[in-house]
């Protein structure tokens, strides 16, 4: 039989079917990274005003300031693609900030199977649903009072606590002043009143679907593990925002990213505690600087501890390989040894 006749009469069957998931999961995969890039376009689009009238210059290339006509101007000066869930944008040149640096963390789209995963696993675990996330990271450019500040969604109280070394050393206190969703995470009283500011609290108000927390601190967000991380860590300020689609909460999204921004500028001016206040924060501080010092001494010994115990294993190793009689002498010269440490600590007590 002709190939051309076996290639008719073959049952293609299983092919067809391989072929046709291949294209469903290339299909699935432009299609989810399309949505996922024009998620990130979208809400760039929404807030670029905002961003404009606070900055100076809003995108990698320093070509784009706010003189520039944005309409003209590819989307790519604004916005680099890191990955298909991974867009980051980068602002500066405003008065008490250095720099901005924003990145999108959104939904696998792209992977259909690691998406459902990441939906059963947050049932499983019961953590909350996958969602287009993104973080604002502000470097101030002024100095000011050490603090700690923090408004949190309740809702990711938990998670946020557990994530953030910084916020874990804060209060949880719920105010009148704020929707029921939000709490307040901070280490005084005077630091909360001084950035309730009007124009935060107006914003927080249409917010629940925005917002999942601030943070204004002079710690790290990863616990430090010896001293000098904790004592060289820099002021910072970010914002975690859920990426808007609605019209209302794009809205909502620019009172927010105004309001936080304006928050460096109220701590130029306003945090510069009353010296009680002060010393109370400056104590936490020295308390966590006594933890981290006490956690290397104690890891010291422990390594000392296990390299002596190696040292001793190696001894009796090389002893065991002696005849008898050198054995006795080696024992002997080690006990010798031992009797002269203990008559040495001795002599230091008395």
Known sequence: MPVYKRLLVYNWTNELSFLAVVLGFVAAHLGGAYLNKRLALGWMASQLSTLREQF????????????????????????????????????????????LHGRFALKTRHNIIMLIFDYVFSFLATSPLPSDKLELTVTPAA???????????????????ETNYDISLTRTTDSAKLPVCFTVMSEAAEVTDTFFTPALLAALANAQNVLE??????????????????????????????????EQDKAATQALIG???GLLDVAVIKAHFRPEV????????????????????????????????????????????????????????????????????????N
Do not use: C
Request: proline share 3%.
């Open 213 to 246: 927390y601030l943070v204004l601190s002079d710690l790290p967000s990863e616990r430090p593990s010896k001293p000098d991380d904790l004592l060289t860590s820099k002021k910072r300020a970010v914002l975690v925002l859920r990426v808007a689609s609605s």
């Open 259 to 261: 309001a936080f921004l």
């Open 143 to 161: 100095t000011y009072d050490n603090f700690i500040f923090a408004v949190v969604h309740k809702d990711s109280m938990k998670r946020v606590r």
């Open 278 to 349: 002060s010393r109370k924060l400056k104590a936490v501080r020295e308390e966590e600087v006594r933890k981290l010092k006490k956690m290397a001494e104690e890891e010291r010994a422990e390594e000392l501890a296990k390299q002596r115990a190696q040292e001793k294993k190696a001894q009796k190793q090389s002893i065991s390989k002696l005849s008898p009689e050198e054995q006795k002498k080696a024992l002997q010269k080690e006990r010798e040894k031992e009797l002269r440490k203990q008559q040495k600590k001795m002599t230091r007590r």
């Open 56 to 99: 100076f210059q809003v995108g990698f290339d320093s070509k784009v300031t706010n003189a520039a006509d944005e309409s003209k101007l590819p989307w790519t000066s604004y916005l680099k693609k890191l990955g298909p869930i991974d867009y980051v944008f980068y602002a500066t040149g405003r008065l008490n900030i250095a720099s």
